[in-house]
């Protein structure tokens, strides 16, 4: 397989014109057909659009408009986000006016939390596992394109194309419980529904903490690949953040799942793309959430035992609710 990617900077072009060129370069017509069924995946962490946080509608619309060049049959979506304090995907297609645009080009729009689901399993460190996914991804779709949005996590360092798939998941709960094994199962994730191509919305990122807080970055680029590892490679390399420091992409690579650099042929050197260098900060108020991300117990603890629910107020006691969870959907 012959690893491309294609980056550029907004500044030179809109984003219907940098997706456009991004696919050509990338041989997205070697790809596909005019019958491949697509299904584009933003990243929509948030109920409202914050930029850092979220794909931005607008590099949404452009994919869709650059997609029907190849093929009319796309579906867009994600699940109900929120993890603990849920919040429904429906609301967010309202709020950020993409259920409007995929009403106008003709394009399905799915929440994955409402679709018929197929169960995968898989073996990971000596256990057996079982996840249910939307039967859409699974069985029904041809491709998947990935658009993350470069970002630092408290959990995992960084939230790029291998994660953005994570919100594939229909069941928020079932997110909370496979955290303890996310490095592994994000992997079969991705394999499972087909995640393949990258449009990577650079028009903004977040430094410092994430997935919803941090401190948005305006970078202004904008990347297409033809394999999610090689967008993950280079998103790190541009975020000048070594991929060896983050657990679940070294152990990607050791899985075989990211190229080399020198294995990626790109359009142009990407060092003048780097910006501020990107680095986690920690909040003392993330370390529960990150000490249950990485332990069973403790996440059976902080999300499904009797004290689930009073030890998140007594959390909310001290830390600002990420949003407002009256209006979370359950």
């Known amino acids: 397989m012959k690893y491309r990617a294609f980056l550029e900077s907004l500044a030179v072009g809109e984003y219907m014109q940098l997706i456009q060129q991004g696919l050509e370069w990338i041989g997205f017509g070697e790809i596909i057909s005019k019958d491949t069924h697509i299904f584009i995946k933003p990243n929509l962490t948030f109920p409202i659009y914050r930029p850092g946080v979220m794909t931005n509608p607008q590099a949404i619309e452009a994919a869709i408009l650059a997609i029907r060049e190849y093929t009319p049959n796309i579906s867009i979506g994600d699940a109900d986000s929120g993890g603990y304090n849920r919040f429904s995907m429906d609301e967010v297609y309202k709020e950020t006016g993409i259920w409007q645009f995929a009403e106008k080009y003709g394009v399905r729009l799915v929440n994955l939390s409402r679709v018929d689901r197929r169960t995968i399993s898989f073996q990971y460190s000596g256990r057996s596992f079982s996840l249910e996914l939307p039967r859409l991804l699974t069985d029904e779709i041809d491709l998947l394109i990935s658009m993350p949005v470069p970002k630092m996590h408290a959990n995992t360092v960084v939230s790029l194309a291998f994660k953005n798939q994570w919100g594939c998941i229909p069941e928020p709960r079932d997110r909370l419980r496979l955290h303890p094994f996310f490095k592994h199962v994000v992997l079969e994730v991705n394999k499972a529904v ?40 280079l998103a790190c390399e541009l975020m000048q953040i070594p991929l060896e420091r983050i657990p679940y992409l070294k152990y990607a690579q050791e899985l075989g799942f990211i190229p080399e650099k020198n294995e990626i042929i790109i359009n142009q050197d990407i060092k003048p793309f780097r910006r501020e260098k990107f680095f986690l900060r920690r909040e003392w108020t993330d370390y529960p959430g990150f000490l249950a991300f990485h332990n069973p117990f403790l996440a059976y603890l902080a999300y499904f035992s009797p004290l689930a629910e009073v030890l998140h107020r007594i959390l909310y006691l001290v830390r600002e609710p990420f949003y407002n969870y009256q209006r979370r959907s359950k």
């Open 194 to 233: 087909k995640a393949k191509v990258v449009i990577m919305d650079g028009r903004y990122g977040l430094n410092k903490n994430g997935p919803m807080r941090g401190h948005p970055v305006e970078l202004n680029w904008i990347l297409v690949t033809n394999d999610l590892g090689a967008a993950d490679r």
